[in-house]
């Protein structure tokens, strides 16, 4: 069907008839909208879920399928782990920031455990078994992993624990996670409508009260007595808001289903909404986190700038921010052969040489400069240490002949989705609406927008500049079950 940019709000008085009303309207079928459907149904209200798409899925459908959840889960405590609700929430502060929502994580923490039990409620499975190897999505179907919270710096804010809840599937878990929902979703009684794109918001003096929409590339309109729920994704496929909000993206490859168009963000902003962070993006670097672990990281003058064993979102931030990804993995025979072939996603070193000396001029790096580094690490590696970055010493040995150096930037091909990334990473945006606990949308003073409220990547959500795998889709259900049931709960409003 037919996209067109999202325009001004219209009136009320403009409507002379609804095509369709209901208690509460959910635009966006990903996981927040799934969500938000479930948890207003749960309490009564009517609900009808557009979708632009011919299906429920969206970006979290195409997702590894991890959901961050702590607190002493049950999947934890069968792999052995204890947990509280206080180091989870000490660790997605640090992880998560510079500027991050506190009341959002706070909240989101000392809640983890009853969603976990939400979750399984409607069928998500976990499975209670643990895969401790650094991985962006592990080659089995182990249902808990590390993502970074046993990495310095975090290890001395925060007692470790994993916390990455991975969907029960072969291979990535986003799907089975969305199929399980939609079913849900229908089993309650809520209205599908697909091939429907919304234009506007419709106001009723200050307050939302519908939208107008092509559905099968026909105009049509919907009442909402209750509330309308924006769970409508980011705006990283659309290049446009990217070379305004967030030019470094520009050029890169997008972690999405294509359809993050940010056209819930437009239609919130043309009523007065107000966004934040907008700068901010999540960069999945097109490395092997299991190769990079064993060796070092470099820049193009042959430094390193990172602990090499943090979650590698981070790695990527560092890599891109920082770095405008020319950037390096630089290893060993023995580094290379340890990772089993199936973890390595068809990675190939790039460069082989027998001393570094040799590696840095087939690089192209400054004359010394890779040397040096690389007898540094080596110096300190022989005693079992790294007292640069303080990459644990599971992954702490001395480097040796031949050595071997693979460019970032040439990316790789991931076995789930064979395509690879372009310029060295595939990014999603974290910037998005500014909304409050219960998910309702503010304005630009700060207030809340009567009717209006919203879920998942077209808020900003937990995340200030930083991102941990699992807090898209934990952020999402968890705030989009807020919204819904906030916006059922609303007094209905005046027919007009």
């Known amino acids: ?54 299906g429920g899925g969206g970006s979290s459908a195409a997702s590894g399928g991890e959901i961050y959840l702590g607190a002493g889960t049950p999947i ?54 643990f895969w401790g190897t650094p991985s962006w999505v592990p080659p089995t179907d182990d249902g808990l992993m590390w993502l970074g919270e046993n990495a310095y710096p975090f290890t001395g804010l925060a007692k470790p624990a994993p916390r990455g809840h991975r969907v029960t599937a072969k291979g990535f878990g986003g799907k089975v996670l969305m199929d399980v929902l939609c079913r849900a979703v229908e089993e309650a009684g809520a209205g599908i409508h ?184 080596n110096r300190h590696a022989a005693a079992g240490e790294d007292p640069y970055f303080h990459k644990d010493k599971r992954w702490v040995r001395p480097l040796e002949a031949p050595f071997a150096a693979i460019d970032v930037s040439r990316g790789m091909a991931s076995p789930e989705l064979g395509a690879s990334g372009r310029g060295g990473a595939k990014v999603f945006s974290l910037g998005g609406l500014r909304t409050g606990l219960d998910g309702e949308v503010l304005d630009v003073s700060g207030s809340p927008m009567p009717g209006l409220y919203a879920a998942g990547r077209v808020t900003s959500g937990l995340h200030g500049h930083g991102y941990i795998s699992g807090t898209s889709l934990g952020d999402g259900t968890f705030f989009g079950r807020r919204a819904g049931a906030a916006a059922a709960e609303q007094a209905e409003a005046p027919a007009g």
């Open 76 to 129: 934890q405590s069968a792999c052995g782990f204890t947990d509280t609700a206080e180091d989870m929430e000490a660790y997605l502060l640090a992880a998560l920031g510079p500027s991050a929502d506190a009341a959002k994580i706070r909240m989101y923490s000392r809640g983890s455990l009853e969603h976990y039990d939400w979750l399984t409620k409607q069928g998500v499975p976990f499975k209670p078994s």
């Open 194 to 377: 697909t091939d429907t794109y919304a234009t506007q918001l419709i106001l009723d003096g200050p307050r939302v009260v519908g939208v107008t929409a092509r559905r099968f590339g026909k105009p049509v309109t919907y009442r909402a007595r209750r509330g309308v729920i924006l769970t409508t994704g980011g705006f990283a496929d659309n290049a446009e808001m990217v070379a305004q909000h967030a030019p470094q993206l520009i050029g890169l490859g997008v972690t999405s289903d294509g359809g993050d168009d940010g056209h819930g963000i437009k239609m919130a902003q043309a009523a007065g909404a107000a966004v934040q962070r907008m700068s901010a993006a999540q960069v999945g670097i097109t490395l092997v986190p299991a190769l990079a672990v064993r060796g070092m990281l470099v820049n193009a003058v042959g430094q390193r700038f990172i602990n090499e064993d943090q979650y590698p979102g981070m790695l990527g931030q560092a890599a891109l921010f920082r770095q405008d990804l020319a950037v390096w993995i630089i290893l060993d025979e023995k580094s290379f052969e340890e990772v089993p072939e199936n973890e390595r996603w068809g990675v190939l070193p790039h460069y082989v040489a027998e001393t570094t000396g040799e590696l840095e001029q087939e690089i192209g790096m400054p004359d010394g400069a890779l040397t040096a580094s690389a007898s540094e690490y």
């Open 1 to 54: 069907m037919s996209r067109q940019e999202p325009a001004g709000p219209a009136d009320r008085r403009s409507v002379l008839d609804f095509d369709y009303e209901t208690d509460v309207l959910v635009i966006g079928y990903g996981c927040a909208g799934a969500a938000a459907a479930l948890e207003a149904r749960s309490r009564g209200a009517d609900v009808i879920v557009l979708e632009r798409a011919s």
